[in-house]
């Protein structure tokens, strides 16, 4: 198990990584369609490849894709959802809200 | 350290330790409450299901049954995929008070990670739908 600040430091690049609209575009294009290279991405956003292909950088930084080399030297990014399901894990401690659900236990017993 | 691994919440209730034990481990109470229909076994190892009228579901795993101090269960981490191992240990104390019962609720495990989820994050592992799928190919191409 890794230590906790290792876990947190991931979590904090997940959340990084998603502040910014073209790289949750870039994301987003990886989840819907599997992977792709630099050039299928500019094609399918509104991003230059440059501006691409330095979130793609960043992105494989965070462990949220990484590079395959396929045929004819062509780079293709592939998502890595390992990161983001920790990140997941601390916003569902976030989002449990005992606070209503014991509310709703008060008034269950009042009946 | 940011984030919580644990969630602790108390309440002071003007109930005796009893009347709250059954809110808590009785089908009846669990379904009034906390889900909108609910089914519990309740002894260690035993399952339990919660379902809303919503449509979800959380199916629970009872750990601990110390009549009428202590009752605690397992449930699945949600938004993580179904077959994700990990599960959050929840465990409710009950303290007998002039005024009735004081409860604490205290939900652990939110930042727990096996070793290999880890390793798979950063390793550049291939493994998934595309791996599948090329061996989807393969057993296709040999026939």
Known sequence: MPA?????????QVFVALADPRRRGVLGVL???????????????????????????LLAEAGLVTAEHGERRRVRYRLQPA???????FLTALTRDWDERLWALKDHLER | MGFPDQIERTVELAHPPAKVWAALTTAEGLGAWFGNKATIDLRPGGAAEMTWTTGDRAEMRVERVDEPTTFGFTWHIYGLP???PRRTYVEFTLVPVDTGTRLTVIESGFAQLP?????????GNTEGWA?????????????
């Open chain 2, 82 to 84: 179904t077959e994700d």
């Open chain 1, 31 to 57: 989840a819907a369609g599997g992977p792709a290279t630099a050039t299928d991405l500019a094609i399918r956003l509104p991003i230059t490849r440059q501006a691409i292909a330095k979130h793609l950088a």
């Open chain 2, 115 to 123: 070793d290999g989820e880890y390793s798979k994050a950063f390793a």
């Open chain 1, 4 to 12: 906790t600040d290792e876990v947190e430091a991931v979590a904090e």
């Open chain 2, 131 to 143: 791996s599948e799928l090329g061996e989807l190919v393969d057993y296709l191409d040999a026939a």
């Open chain 1, 83 to 89: 990161p983001m399901q920790l990140a997941q894990q």
